[in-house]
């Protein structure tokens, strides 16, 4: 069964920092692709960024309110993938979550797996 | 960026009803579009890819059409457990973008 579980969500200050981390299993983690994508409170899904597979030389794409500040990388050895957020701002408080990414035959799309979220919220 | 532009954001109906739900493209994105539902407080769960591509596990009643700029989700007989909310997503190009969402509920 696939399971991504999230952890590190919690409260921080502006200009603070956190990680979050997604442990993976049930698939073969090193194959995919993954995402990470948020939701504000009453607001809809924003897509955040995506960290690629050994082939693709785990090459990143962010979201632009979030290039520069937040980080995405993976341990294929751990089934493990991380969000580093940097410089928070109070408008990244959100549900975080992690999706495993698929091959349609064509291209990637995320979001055949999702994570249960982790709540991050920023403020003084 | 590609924009994408759902309609209705809300909208109201019946358990049985056959409901239809658009996504609008700023620009052509072949078929790279997928639909998901979420319910409150949970994530939320793939329903179709590739424009029409049904995803594993997902009744029947749940279909998807289009390409290049207009997409559809349809319900063809709507369900106490289809009162959700809908977004499309675009894996065309970077950043990927999501609609705005469609929020349907009980009439």
């Known amino acids: 069964e696939v399971q991504l579980v999230e952890s590190g969500g919690g409260l921080v200050q502006p200009g603070g920092s956190l990680r979050l981390s997604c442990a993976a299993s049930?698939?073969?983690?090193?194959?995919?692709?993954m995402d990470w994508v948020r939701q504000a409170p009453g607001k809809g899904l924003e897509w955040v960024g995506r960290?690629?597979?050994?082939?693709?030389?785990?090459?990143?794409e962010y979201a632009a309110s979030v290039k520069g500040r937040f980080t995405i990388s993976r341990d294929d050895s751990k089934n493990s993938l991380s969000l580093q957020m940097n410089s928070l701002k109070t408008e990244d408080t959100a549900v975080y979550y992690c999706?495993?990414?698929?091959?349609?035959?064509?291209?990637?799309?995320?979001?055949?797996?999702w994570g249960q979220g982790t709540l991050v919220t920023v403020s003084s | 960026d590609i924009q994408l532009t759902q309609s209705p954001s809300f909208l109201s109906a019946s358990v049985g009803d056959r409901v239809t739900i658009t996504c609008r493209a700023s620009?052509?994105?072949?078929?790279?579009l997928v639909w998901y539902q979420q319910k409150p407080g949970k994530a939320p769960k793939l329903l179709i890819y590739?424009?029409?591509t049904l995803q594993s596990g997902v009744p029947s009643r749940f279909s998807g059409s289009g390409s290049g700029t207009e997409f559809t989700l349809t319900i063809s007989s709507l369900q106490p457990e289809d009162f959700a909310s809908y977004y499309c997503?675009?894996?065309?190009?970077?950043?990927?973008?999501f609609g705005g969402g469609t929020k349907v509920e009980i009439k």
């Open positions: 999706t495993r990414g698929n091959y349609s035959g064509v291209n990637w799309y995320s979001g055949d797996y």
């Open positions: 049930g698939f073969t983690f090193s194959d995919h692709y």
């Open positions: 960290i690629r597979n050994k082939p693709k030389a785990y090459t990143t």
């Open positions: 620009q052509g994105i072949s078929s790279y």
């Open positions: 590739a424009a029409s």
């Open positions: 997503q675009q894996f065309y190009s970077y950043p990927l973008t």
